[in-house]
Each structure stands twice: as structure tokens, then as C-alpha cells.
């Protein structure tokens, strides 16, 4: 067998120090993209990078292969600077077909490097690209780009040649043959990759070993060609100090709700209907019932809040995941939670919209949703994640808000949180946010009155003098019998009651509760000074992009200062202040403007918007732009540019 | 006498954290272990340590029809058959051996839905159609309440069937009171799923088009392990069947024939006018003959048919009449489809009932069982889990 180490060996390949890159590995959704991303990713951490990961899959599970619309992508940005986006341009573009690089060329910036899979350019690959005139190996498409052209389906069953594995089981390992390539060119370790296969293909020795053949010829190959030319390291970042993970949003999120049921006491039940990005939540608590958890996949998406409403009176911590479609199907149950005011946690992995709209991608329409999107008065706190391991906090402050203040509570992430991944520090447990939960157990004078039979009777609607909220007796409980529902209750007595003044008290009331929230929440951190001439406010995921971008802009000495909320609804009792501190706010949103509504309702302000309806995350150049030109029509200078 | 704090611990202070697994507040056994598995179809004492009447905030007193009144009033129309329900159910709590602080009601939507006001236990009156999915919860949360779901046709059938179903089939240890008047009352008087082909009502003045449902058979369909069918004008059944249903250990269906006096007066009096009750109503007893009309009708098998026969004129005897075996499916699926024959009388008693485990029995073995296997959870490994890297400080 010839081995490509035959070739003209370059051992004279420069060896440079990077402080950051971003690979994007792409090809058809059966080629293990997702596989290889998470397998690079592994090795970076291991490397001691800072990163941030974007998986970007079609919603079809095997849409047909070759085609635009079936490339299943994985990008990942490492460094040893500090990273806030999974990568605004891409340095390294793997891609496994043509169509793939159809896809993706644009997002390579110019003068980087794309690696191809010359084996899948035939005429027939061209054609289901949708490239039948064209001749992008040969012609300008590549022309500014530093083009690695590698046979790796060849190469691979070259590698193989030796096996008695079938053709198909060959070509399905080629994507080990590129890892090891990539993971030779940013100098990364080829261990965790090796005993991952080890571990995965434990019980299947013959796909064990051609995988990790692949993956040593992979990194061989890439070691003996001449035109790879520069092979770049990437020093270990210095990050705090701590024990670190790599963890995706949608696990933080289960792991935050499992951390709230052992710190509490509570059990947690999670109840969801299957929904694309949000069904990884249940896959990963469903894990954790060693910890008490209770899962139940329901029927539909009204079973699934029901049954969390049902939990929570009962004495669990009733919680429910879902994404924009289904929080649409639960909104009249929710509206129960807010007026029978027991704890529930509703998830919304926020995606694309309106109807089924973009299941795989990313959006912030949710919000005007998650606000205000209930009949009646039916305010809840909505909470939003700014990373993937913010999720777990913000998950973990979701059950804390609704089990103090009795109440709904609204998560709000997306499919870009969900699905991406950074390096997480672990929190060390007995530094939580203390969570005390307590039932009522007992009848007291307080809590107890005279019914119109001249029976004791217990008050279910006597409410907590701090907090409004009123008491958590569960069903089993003697004495405390009471009957909660969806007609307007009576004020302490929770008796049905059609009074017209009374519901104005109890709308107010539970508005009140609502608002109080803003008590017991940490201040609203702020970047760089207290006071200028622009603010740049945005709210959940976009944080990384949008610290990204105002880092850069006061780099180049423009004078700008970002705040985020994690806290959104109701919005923080310290927003007013710090508002008032700039002559502008810019709102940057994944979405046509929705926290902006909310602001200009409550302040006074020039507020302006930076929105994007892609069904992708901000890049950070993009905000860039928009602080500079924000700058500019308030300074009159030109433009720095960037 | 049992003590009445016996089974919920002893708190002396106001608030308690919460701790332990659901139920665990009990140790008397596993959860689910309150209703034993056999004999089958019998009506075994669940707690022979309570007598019944004893248990609950009463402080050993025996408990009465009162203990279970709230001091709302009742809103119903003068003359509905809900009124009998209520009362029904207030006289039956006594007598089962059931504190008093375990029993909810869970109901929709609808007339019906507002029977938890007048109970005095916990309750939950909640969204239309969608009750058996807060009963799910709740009963997964504490496996040691006795839950009962009260529905309409409306609300079960229509708005709420697929939560219907799904309970059923999981056979969460829940009564199911579905009160079938055959039409929407709370919205005054539209045509329901349970309304007869052609009704005439304010939303289908020229006649309704669709097929109704038959509610027993829908859960039969369901898999439902226990379904009867009682009458509002028959308290003593009434109350037999809510009994018998509370005694099963999962998923008891029980539609009760109830009539609305307003808008569809008179819609079962057929079979529950004094009248007519004898012709027109079978009282199903397991291990009897199929009789009726006092004892001169029968129901005998023919191939596969079911067909009525005089048992007066000498050709037909009570030999021949089919033996009911209320834990034979086939047997059920015939009964449940009489009501498709207006020739024969419309069955009514426990009509079907077999044991199969509950759906929170096997919940909670499950996370016991990944407990025994795994010890309880530490979160400080789970949060370590993985591949992990540390940076010194």
C-alpha cells in the first residue's frame, strides 16, 4: 500500500502562534459534521482554549445527500483571548462536498483557507449543488482562498484497503480522516479523540480500529503535504481559575433544574412534548432521576404544562420545556399558573417564527410572547440565559423566582444557546444562591378564618407582607383543605368572587407580585463607563456577540458602553438609572423589535434598533457597524472604520 | 381508633422543607402499594387500619356528609341531575377509608367543572378539556392522593379527548366522572359529542350532522382498565359504582347518565323513569345472567350477536342467558355496543375491569430503581461529569 508518507515530506511547514481561529466543518448531514465539530471542540479543550461552538443542522434528519439544503454544519471558535461568539468569519472551512461549499464559501473570510474533498466534485455532486455550469475547483471561485485540495474519500478507503469493512462503513469514517488533518494543523491533541472512538466503538473492534487508523493518517497526511504550509498553535487562554467543562446550553438547562431540586428539596417533574430545539432538555434531565427527578413525555403540549401545574400543586417543582409553538399551546394553562399563583417553570427554546417557521435556527421573537402574550392581565418574569453555561443559572434562578414568589416563570434561550457550547467553570455547589423553599404545614391565626357553615377554614390567598406571595399548602396536608382555579378568586379567601372590585384589586395585586420580583434580583452589571454617549443594550443570547462588539469599538477609542439583561420582564429597578446616564441607546435583537417596545413604553430615552431576521446570530462586526454609525449621527465625525 | 396525624407526620411548626421523594411522607409502603393488586375485581379494604369515616381532620370522630359540604353555594340550576352527583359523592366519602386531607378533585371545564367549590377537600377547577393532565401531574408528585377527575361530554370528549385517552391508557390510579348530559350546558344549549345524530339546538337548527360518541366505548377503546356507567336517578347504583371505582387501582371510567333539565331535559328518562327503567335499563352483576325487565328478559349469545330473548314464553331460560364476566374484554366490547341497538336495553354497572399496573407506581419504581442502582445524586459530581480541565490558580 502506498501511504501518503511516501510523498515529498514538508518537514519545513512554519509553525505560527495564533491568538484565535475559527473552523467550520461542513458536508451532508450523513457525513458526522456534528461528530467532528464536537470531537475538535474536545481537543481545544483539552489544549486549554477559551471557545465557543454553533451546530447550524438542517431540520430534515436526512434531507438528500449532496444538496444545498442538506449541509449540516458545526463552527467553532478557539482562542487564548477571551471568546464571546462561536466566530464573526471563518479561517479554516472544512467541506466535505460541493455542496457545502456553496454553503458556506461566503462565510470564509478572504485570504483563509478551505479544505476540500476533491472526491465529491463529480459532475453529479455539481449538479445536485445546483452548480452544473460551473467549475469551482478550476474556475475564480476559489481565487483569494487558500485552497488544501485532499482526495479523502480515496485516501480514506486507501487507508482501509486492508479491512474486510463493507465500502459504506469505509466512506462513513472519512470524516476522521479530516479531523485528524485539522487537529495536526492547529496542533491539537489527537488523545481525546482516540479514546472517545475507543469508548464509543468498545463493542465493535473492526470500526474501532479503522477509525482510529483514519484518524492517525488524517493527522499523518496533514504532516506531509506541502500545502498546508503554515501550521498555527493556539496557547492555553488565561482563564479564572477553576475547574472547567464544555457544556451546551440545553444540558445546562437540566442540570440548573436538577441543582434546584437538590438545593431546595423539592422534586423536580418535568413534563414536555418532544420539539425541536427543546427536546434535548428532556434527553439529558431524564438522566438525572437519581436525583428525583420525575420526567413525563406527555401527549401534547397542553398535557405537558398541565401536568407541571398539576406537579407543582402537589408539593413538586413543576417545570416544562418547549419552544415558541408549544409555549402558543400552553398560554391558556400558564394563564391558570399566574391566577391559581403556584410555581412553574416554562423553557422556551426560542426558534424562528411565526408558526412552524425555522425549528433549527435561532431567533428572539419570543418576547413580546413571553410578556404579554396571555388573555387577561397575566403579567410572569421572563428570564433570559446570555450563554450556554448562563443557562444553568438562569435555569436555577427560574425555579428560585417561582417558588418565592409563587408564580410562572418564563425561561427564555434559543436554539443558539441550546445547541452551542463554551467552556464552562464549574460552580462549586455550596456557592449557589441559597434556596429555601417553605410549605405551609400548619394552620395558624393568619392563615385561618371561619367559613359561612362556621367551620375553620383555611386562607389560600393570604399573602407573604415582602414578597405577595401567597402560601404553598399541598393536597395531604390536614386542615388546610382549599380549592384553587381559574375563576377570579376573592382576596384571602380564594372563593370564586365576581366582585368587580375585588378583581381590580386582584389584577393589581398580582401585577405588584410580579413587579416585586425586582427585589430579590443581582444589579444590572454595566461595561465600560456609567455615563456617554451610547449604551449598547441587549437581552439574552446576544451577549457574546454584543461584547465582542463593544470591546473592539473601545479598542479603537469609541466611546461606548453595553449592559445586558438576564433579568428581562419586569425590567430591572436599575435600568432607569443607568439609561439616563447616555444620550443613546442602540438595542441590538434577533428579531423585528421587541425589547425595544418594552423600553420606549417605560423610559424616555433615544432609543435606536440593530435588528436581524436571519435565523442566525449576530456577528459581532455587524453591531460594530451599527455603534459606529450611532456614534457618528450623534458626533458628526466620519465613520472609524473597523 | 387510628390516630389522625398517623399518616402525615407530626409538624409542629408552620413550615416544613420540603424533603424526600414524593409520598415519602408516608412510609407506610411504595408508592401505589395503598390499593393491592388482588384479589381482582373485589372491593379490599386499602388502609384496614382506618376504619372508615376515621381518617382526616375529624380527630377521630367519625366523618359525615357535612365534613365534605364547603360553605359555597351551589350555583347549578334547580332541578340538574349534578345536584344528586354532589350529594352522591358527599354521603360516599364518609365511607371509604380515605383521610379526608387526601382526597382532590380535579375538574375542567364546563358545568360540571365547577363541582370542586362545593367540596370541602382540596380541589382544582382547571382549563377545559385539559384535567386529566393536571391529575397526571399530581398524582406522579404524591401517588398517596386520591384523585378524582370530574368531567362533561363536552370537556372529555371534545376539547379534552386526547387527554382522555392518553389517561386511560397509562392508567394513572385516578377516578374519571364523566357527567354526560348529551349536551353544552354552560355555553346554553348547543349540541354536544354525545348528542344524538339530528339534534336540533341553537348552534344546529336544522339538525346536528355528526355520529355522537359512546363514551363507554371510547374508553374501552382506550384500553381504559375499569369503565362503568351509572344514572343520576339512581343514587344507591350511583353511589356503588363511585365506590367500586375508587376501589380500582388505576384508571376508573365512570359515565354517569345525568340530565339537564334546561336544555335536554328528559334525554335518558327512558332508562331512568320508573316506567320504563326495567325494560329499558340491564343491570350488569359479575357472575350473573343478563336479565332485565324484572326477570323476563334475558340476553343470550347468538354467534357473535347479542340478542334479547323472552324468558317468559317457555323457548328461552335464564340457562341460556350470557353470564357476565366483567373481566372479559370481548364480553365488555359487546356490552359497550348495545348502545348502537336501540332493540336492546342500555347496560349499566361495572362493565369491564382488569388489573394492570399504574402509571405512578411505575414512575416512582423507576427512579427508585435508578436510585438503588446509581445511590442518590450528588450534584457536585453530576456538575463534573465528563471531560474536565482545570486552570490553577
Keep these: 500500500m502506498t501511504t501518503p508518507s511516501d510523498s515529498a515530506h514538508s518537514s519545513d511547514t512554519a509553525l505560527r502562534s495564533i491568538p484565535e481561529a475559527t473552523v467550520l466543518f461542513a458536508g451532508d448531514s450523513g457525513d458526522g459534521m456534528q461528530l467532528t465539530g464536537s470531537q475538535f471542540t474536545l481537543a481545544s479543550a483539552h489544549a486549554r482554549n477559551d471557545l465557543a461552538t454553533l451546530p447550524d443542522y438542517p431540520a430534515e434528519i436526512r434531507a438528500p445527500a449532496g444538496t444545498t439544503y442538506g449541509v449540516s454544519g458545526f463552527q467553532l471558535h478557539f482562542g487564548t483571548v477571551d471568546i464571546n461568539t462561536p466566530g464573526d468569519k471563518v479561517d479554516l472551512l472544512v467541506a466535505m462536498n460541493a455542496a457545502a461549499l456553496k454553503v458556506h464559501l461566503p462565510r470564509v473570510r478572504r485570504g483563509g483557507t478551505v479544505l476540500l474533498n476533491t472526491d465529491a466534485f463529480t459532475p453529479r455532486d455539481l449538479e445536485l449543488a445546483d452548480w452544473e455550469d460551473a467549475d469551482p475547483l478550476n474556475d475564480d471561485t476559489l481565487e483569494g482562498y487558500h485552497v488544501i485540495d485532499v482526495a479523502l474519500t480515496t485516501l480514506t478507503r486507501e487507508a482501509l484497503s486492508d479491512t474486510d469493512l463493507s465500502k459504506k462503513q469505509v466512506d462513513r469514517s472519512k470524516n476522521m480522516f479530516a479531523l485528524g488533518m485539522t487537529l495536526w494543523m492547529y496542533s491539537r491533541p489527537l488523545e481525546p479523540a482516540r479514546s472517545w472512538i475507543r469508548e464509543k466503538f468498545g463493542d465493535r473492534p473492526a470500526i474501532r480500529e479503522a477509525n482510529l487508523t483514519v484518524l492517525e493518517k488524517g493527522a499523518h497526511y496533514a504532516e506531509t503535504i506541502e500545502a498546508i504550509g503554515v501550521r498555527y498553535e493556539v496557547d492555553p487562554a488565561s482563564m479564572k481559575p477553576g475547574t472547567y467543562r464544555t457544556v451546551r446550553g440545553a444540558e445546562a438547562v437540566a442540570l440548573g433544574l436538577v441543582a434546584a431540586a437538590a438545593q431546595s428539596g423539592l422534586s423536580v417533574f418535568y413534563g414536555s412534548y418532544p420539539i425541536t430545539p427543546a427536546s434535548d432538555i428532556l434527553h439529558e434531565i431524564s438522566k438525572h432521576k437519581n436525583f428525583g427527578v420525575a420526567t413525563f413525555q406527555a401527549e401534547d403540549e397542553i398535557a405537558a404544562v398541565g401536568s407541571a401545574i398539576g406537579a407543582s400543586f402537589g408539593g413538586a417543582l413543576g417545570v416544562c420545556g418547549t419552544s415558541g409553538p408549544g409555549v402558543a399551546l400552553k398560554t391558556e394553562a400558564i394563564g391558570l399558573g399566574v391566577m391559581t399563583e403556584l410555581p412553574l417553570v ?117 399573602r407573604n407582607s415582602d414578597t405577595l406571595a401567597r402560601p404553598w399548602a399541598v393536597p395531604g396536608t390536614p386542615e388546610l383543605e382549599h380549592r384553587l382555579g381559574g375563576l377570579e378568586k376573592e382576596h384571602k379567601t380564594g372563593n370564586v368572587s365576581y366582585d368587580p372590585a375585588n378583581h381590580e384589586r386582584m389584577v393589581k395585586l398580582r401585577a405588584e407580585k410580579v413587579q416585586r420580583v425586582t427585589q430579590t434580583i443581582p444589579p444590572t452589571p454595566v461595561t465600560g463607563p456609567r455615563t456617554g454617549s451610547l449604551l449598547v443594550l441587549g437581552w439574552g443570547s446576544t451577549k457574546g456577540a454584543i461584547d465582542e462588539a463593544v470591546r473592539r469599538c473601545r479598542e479603537q477609542d469609541t466611546a461606548v458602553s453595553a449592559a445586558h439583561l438576564r433579568y428581562v420582564w419586569p425590567l430591572p429597578a436599575d435600568l432607569a438609572a443607568i439609561i439616563d446616564g447616555f444620550d443613546r441607546v442602540l438595542v441590538p435583537e434577533l428579531n423585528n423589535g421587541q425589547l425595544i417596545r418594552l423600553l420606549r413604553d417605560a423610559y424616555k430615552a433615544d432609543f435606536v434598533p440593530l435588528n436581524k431576521i436571519q435565523g442566525r446570530p449576530f456577528r459581532a462586526e455587524e453591531i460594530c457597524a451599527a455603534i459606529n454609525e450611532a456614534t457618528n449621527e450623534a458626533t458628526g465625525t466620519p465613520a472609524v472604520a473597523s | 381508633m387510628a390516630d389522625s396525624t398517623s399518616s402525615n407526620g407530626t409538624a409542629s411548626d408552620n413550615t416544613k422543607k420540603p424533603s424526600g421523594p414524593p409520598g415519602a411522607k408516608k412510609p407506610a409502603g411504595p408508592p401505589g402499594a395503598k390499593k393491592p393488586a388482588g384479589p381482582p375485581r373485589g372491593t379490599s379494604p386499602k388502609k384496614p387500619t382506618l376504619p372508615p369515616g376515621y381518617g382526616g381532620d375529624s380527630g377521630g370522630d367519625a366523618l359525615t356528609r357535612k365534613d365534605f359540604s364547603s360553605d359555597q353555594d351551589v350555583r347549578w340550576c334547580p332541578g340538574c341531575g349534578d345536584y344528586a352527583i354532589l350529594a352522591t359523592m358527599q354521603r360516599l366519602l364518609p365511607e371509604l377509608d380515605v383521610a379526608k386531607e387526601d382526597v382532590v378533585f380535579i375538574s375542567g371545564i364546563g358545568c360540571a367543572g365547577r363541582f370542586p367549590y362545593y367540596m370541602d377537600t382540596y380541589g382544582m377547577h382547571t382549563i377545559h378539556g385539559r384535567a386529566p393532565t393536571f391529575a397526571t401531574g399530581l398524582k406522579c408528585a404524591n401517588p398517596e392522593l386520591d384523585v378524582w377527575i370530574v368531567t362533561g361530554d363536552g370537556d372529555a370528549l371534545s376539547i379534552g379527548g386526547n387527554h382522555l385517552i392518553h389517561l386511560c391508557r397509562r392508567n394513572l390510579d385516578t377516578q374519571v366522572l364523566l357527567f354526560n348530559n348529551e349536551i353544552y350546558g354552560l355555553t346554553k344549549g348547543q349540541y354536544s359529542p354525545t348528542s344524538e345524530v339530528g339534534k336540533v339546538t341553537k348552534s344546529t337548527p336544522h339538525g346536528s350532522l355528526d355520529r355522537p360518541f359512546n363514551p363507554v366505548a371510547v374508553a374501552l377503546g382506550a384500553d381504559a382498565s375499569f369503565v362503568a356507567r351509572t344514572m343520576d336517578r339512581d343514587p344507591k347504583h350511583m353511589k356503588s359504582m363511585m365506590k367500586a371505582a375508587h376501589n380500582h387501582a388505576g384508571t376508573a371510567f365512570l359515565e354517569i347518565y345525568q340530565n339537564c333539565n334546561i336544555f335536554n331535559d328528559g334525554a335518558f328518562f327512558e332508562f331512568t323513569d320508573r316506567n320504563t327503567k326495567a325494560d329499558r335499563a340491564l343491570f350488569v352483576e359479575d357472575g350473573a345472567p343478563l336479565t332485565f325487565a324484572d326477570g323476563d328478559q334475558g340476553l343470550r349469545l347468538d354467534g357473535l350477536t347479542l340478542e334479547a330473548v323472552d324468558l317468559t314464553n317457555g323457548r328461552w331460560s335464564v340457562s341460556d342467558c350470557l353470564v357476565y364476566d366483567s373481566g372479559n374484554r370481548e364480553m365488555a366490547h359487546l356490552l359497550g355496543r348495545m348502545f348502537d341497538q336501540p332493540d336492546l336495553p342500555r347496560p349499566f354497572g361495572v362493565l369491564y375491569q382488569t388489573d394492570r399496573p399504574t402509571y405512578e407506581q411505575q414512575l416512582h419504581e423507576q427512579i427508585n430503581a435508578v436510585r438503588e442502582k446509581r445511590g442518590a445524586g450528588d450534584l457536585q459530581t453530576l456538575l463534573h461529569q465528563g471531560d474536565t480541565w482545570t486552570i490553577e490558580g
Excluded: H
Aim: proline share 12%; with cysteine.
Design chain 1, 346 to 462: 416554562v423553557v422556551n427554546m426560542q426558534r424562528g417564527g411565526p408558526s412552524t417557521g425555522l425549528p433549527t435556527k435561532p431567533e428572539q421573537s419570543d418576547l413580546l410572547q413571553a410578556v404579554y402574550g396571555r388573555n387577561g392581565e397575566a403579567p410572569l418574569p421572563v428570564l433570559a440565559p446570555a450563554s450556554p453555561g448562563d443557562c444553568f443559572y438562569m435555569a436555577y434562578e427560574a425555579c428560585r423566582i417561582a417558588t418565592t414568589y409563587m408564580t410562572p416563570v418564563m425561561l427564555l434561550a434559543d436554539g443558539y444557546l441550546g445547541n452551542g457550547s463554551e467552556a464552562w467553570r464549574i460552580p462549586d455547589v455550596d456557592t449557589l444562591p441559597p434556596f429555601e423553599v417553605e410549605q405551609t404545614t400548619t394552620p395558624t391565626d393568619a392563615n385561618m378564618t371561619t367559613d359561612g357553615d362556621g367551620n375553620p377554614q383555611f386562607l389560600p390567598y393570604v
